[in-house]
């Protein structure tokens, strides 16, 4: 084991066959703690599930992902929408949530994804929450919407996968959002040069696991290999960058975990 242990702060546990395999095997290379974020009702019920199964080692965020909220039926976004709202005070975060225009491909969908965002964000603000994001051909927009919510409540916001354009990372280092980085930077020079940018104080690490990044399948252990990419990147020691990520990543949450 690793001297210090960090988080995923972005993965997707429940789709994994043995998530018990997934946490020790992620715990053997120093990825200690993970962030499993719902996407729907089933998700958010299985998360909760691994969160009381594995107290120190699994985070929640309770939400309803943005393809969804344009492809599930009428009835099975209603009973997603009402367990969010009537549990959304057991989470550790609210999200996965945010804007997807390659799925919203006209303006109809676009505002029902925008609805389904506001809602994750008054519920964030009322349980005092951070809210975890996903932006897709849509990065303005989110990250518009995280700096008004972060400056209008306090309360803190993460946009994920968001290492495509430095000059937007300029401005969320600007407005205090934080920035998850994933294995995307072991392959792709482009985003490993965006996620250099990123303000050390507002950095997290995250896998988004199961999905698989440059041929290789997604799991929560990546991590670790992203943190050795950024410590490369930043000049700084591994260890050194791993401690200053997870003050950022307690930060960021707003309390102490293990609860
Ligand atoms: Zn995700």
């Keep these: 084991m690793q001297s210090s242990q960090i988080t995923d702060s972005h993965c997707h546990l ?8 997934v946490l020790s095997e992620a715990t053997d290379v120093g990825v200690g703690r993970v962030v ?8 958010m019920r299985q998360a909760l ?6 107290p120190d080692q699994v985070l929640v965020g309770l939400g309803i992902h943005p393809v969804n909220v344009v492809t599930l039926t009428a009835q099975a976004l209603a009973a997603s929408v009402s367990f969010l709202r009537d549990h959304a005070a057991e989470a550790d975060e609210i999200g996965e949530t945010g804007l997807d225009y390659k799925w919203a491909v006209d303006e109809e969908l676009q505002q029902a994804q925008h609805k389904m965002l506001e809602i994750h964000f008054e519920l964030a603000a009322r349980v005092q929450r951070p809210v975890n994001l996903h932006s897709r051909r849509c990065l303005r927009q989110v990250m518009d919407a995280a700096i008004a919510f972060h400056r209008d409540t306090g309360v803190h916001a993460q946009l994920h996968w968001f290492t495509q354009s430095a000059r937007l990372v300029h401005q969320t280092n600007d407005a205090g959002i934080f920035v998850s980085v994933g294995p995307s930077i072991l392959q792709d020079q482009q985003a490993a040069d965006v996620a250099s940018e990123i303000d050390n104080a507002l950095l997290l690490i995250e896998t988004d696991a199961p999905v698989p990044i440059g041929g290789e399948a997604g799991h929560p252990r990546r991590a670790r290999d992203v943190l050795t990419k950024l410590a490369a990147l930043k000049g700084v020691e591994e260890d050194v960058l791993a401690q200053h990520i997870e003050r950022n990543f307690v930060r960021f949450l707003g309390r102490d975990f293990p609860r």
């Design 14 to 21: 429940e789709q994994f066959e043995d998530p018990e395999t």
């Design 36 to 43: 499993t974020m719902g996407q729907d009702e089933g998700s």
């Design 49 to 54: 599930e691994l969160a009381s199964r594995f």
